[in-house]
């Protein structure tokens, strides 16, 4: 669907965080009395660690400075209702514009995070927490949302390089900022270059490809790694090629879903890497009418031990018509 969820579930967040089996600090815990960790393991807890601490920027710095702290320079960005922008200057007016209560506290709570073989980038997904002041003697509102981010690593911290918020319902609508404007990326294919980057292009090109040829929900389950993930519109996950599959329903049922990527991003081992892009979606309304929806998405790719490249979480948001 290219827009795909959240219900917290605080058990599957703490079981699915380090390799599906620990929760965020056990990898850690004791670690004096145990074998060091490998770099790899290393990396992997870095990356959580620096997921789980965005809370603490925003209540250091404020929720635009602290949020917009993690980004990379070059982040490609991804709100829900506007086009993809890219900098670190235009998501950081993006989040600034955002009209949270006074008082609001914001958390991440990382379902899952995995870094890639050099240790230099990774990504993570899960949810994202709002828990809204109420007035005196009212229970303070919640709102749960979803996130993917892509991550770099350079020589003092984790940045994010590519950031989705996905959502369960519809976002407060929000104008893109005139001083984002100009960072918006242009709705054209992402051009062709050479070694992993163009591996991960070229994969999602043929996702898409498949789609028209065998349908959303074949074509979805056909890309997926075996321990895929997309959000569902109810909030929940799913998981694996088959129950993705089965989630878009019988062949045809669901309308035509075209997309192509205009950036991407890989890692210098060559083992993860993402895609951003735009998608349309048509299809008939109850009446016979015809509807067009328009979104945009964030992909992670990895590469498998058959040399394949297959996505291990997507999803993404609306974007205005184009």
Not at 29 to 37: C, F, I, Q, R, V
Not at 44 to 50: E, F, T
Not at 160 to 180: D, K, Q, R, S
Not at 282 to 292: H, I, M, N, P, S
């Amino acid at each position: 669907m290219r827009i795909i969820p959240v219900v917290i579930v605080a058990a599957l967040a703490a079981s699915a965080c380090h390799r599906g089996a620990s929760s965020p600090g056990s990898s850690f815990a004791g670690a004096s009395l145990l074998t060091p960790l490998s770099e790899a393991e290393e990396a992997h807890d870095a990356l959580l660690r620096a997921d789980l601490g965005r809370a603490d920027s925003v209540t250091r710095l404020g929720f635009a400075s602290g949020f917009a702290s993690n980004f990379a320079t070059d982040v490609v960005y991804l709100r829900g209702g506007l086009p993809i922008v890219r900098g670190r200057d235009a998501a950081t007016t993006i989040v600034r514009a955002e009209s949270l209560a006074a008082g609001t506290a914001v958390r991440w709570q990382p379902v899952r995070a995995e870094a890639s073989a050099d240790g230099r980038s990774g990504y993570s997904y899960g949810y994202t927490i709002l828990s809204m002041p109420a007035a005196a003697g009212a229970t303070p509102a919640i709102r749960v949302d979803r996130y993917i981010s892509f991550w770099r690593r350079d020589s003092t911290a984790w940045r994010i390089a590519a950031y989705a918020e996905t959502y369960g319902a519809p976002p407060p609508p929000l104008a893109l900022p005139v001083a984002a404007a100009g960072a918006a990326v242009s709705d054209l294919p992402m051009l062709r270059t050479r070694g992993p980057l163009e591996q991960v292009r070229a994969a999602d090109t043929a996702f898409s490809a498949l789609a028209q040829r065998v349908g959303t929900g074949r074509a979805f389950g056909d890309f997926a790694a075996e321990n895929a993930q997309i959000f569902s519109t109810p909030g929940e996950f799913i998981t694996g090629p088959n129950a993705i599959s089965e989630s878009f329903g019988p062949s045809g049922s669901s309308g035509a879903l075209v997309w192509h990527p205009v950036a991407g991003g890989v890692a210098e081992s060559g083992d993860l890497g993402f895609t951003v892009g735009n998608a349309v979606f048509t299809g008939l309304r109850e009446d016979g009418g015809q509807v067009v929806r328009y979104s945009k998405y964030l992909t992670v790719w990895k590469k498998q031990h058959d040399g394949r490249w297959r996505y291990v979480v997507d999803g993404g948001s609306a974007r205005p018509n184009q």
